[in-house]
């Protein structure tokens, strides 16, 4: 089935500091675009910045209640941009089923390993997309299958619980000498 054809917003915003711990710039969102991407429950979109950068993220709600979208640093050295630079911006709503791409490793796993499936999908949206970052961040295809085993092996060991520690100490070893 074909999903409809997304509406576009399309604006001009400045890139700003941001004093929040979680993340370092963001640009504003007007209210109005804002509201019609938002719905209960997803704030999810997908951010093109000056043509060139696209990636899925969430409409943010800085402390004064204006809506913002972060830029990481990897983002702003592509571009070439600092605080104060205007940025061209693109939205539209992520109607993807993560808000973060599947990677295909952890997709193959899935198909082998039903359990770890369903604790994975049993997680929050939040959670998930966390995963699915630690195993896409990789280039290297044998690591996002290595991280994918040690995620799924992890959600196993744990019945479905993260303990973030412990992942990350898998993540690094996956497979410890008894």
């Not at 093109?48 to 993220?57: D, I, M, V």
């Not at 193959?108 to 939040?126: N, P, R």
Request: with cysteine; net charge positive; charged share 30%.
């Amino acid at each position: 089935m074909a999903k409809s054809k997304q509406e576009l917003y399309r604006f001009t915003s400045s890139l700003e500091k941001s004093d929040n711990k979680l993340w370092g710039c963001h640009f504003r969102v007007p209210k109005k675009i804002a509201l019609a991407l938002s719905e209960p429950g997803s704030r999810r979109v997908v951010c093109t910045l000056n043509g060139k950068e696209r990636y899925q993220c969430a409409i943010l709600h800085f402390k004064t209640g204006l809506p913002v979208i972060s830029v990481n640093k990897k983002v702003r050295d592509s571009l070439g941009v600092t605080f104060g630079s205007e940025v061209e911006v693109n939205l539209t709503k992520d109607d993807s089923d993560y808000g973060l791409p599947l990677p295909e490793e952890l997709a193959e796993v899935f198909k082998q390993d039903a359990a770890g499936k369903k604790l994975f999908h049993a997680l929050t949206a939040g959670k998930q997309r966390t995963l699915l970052y630690i195993i896409g961040n990789v280039k290297d295809p044998e690591k996002r299958v290595l991280r994918s085993l040690a995620i799924v092996r992890h959600l196993k060991e744990n019945k479905g619980s993260i303990d973030y520690k412990k992942l990350n100490i898998l993540l690094r070893n996956p497979y410890p000498m008894k």
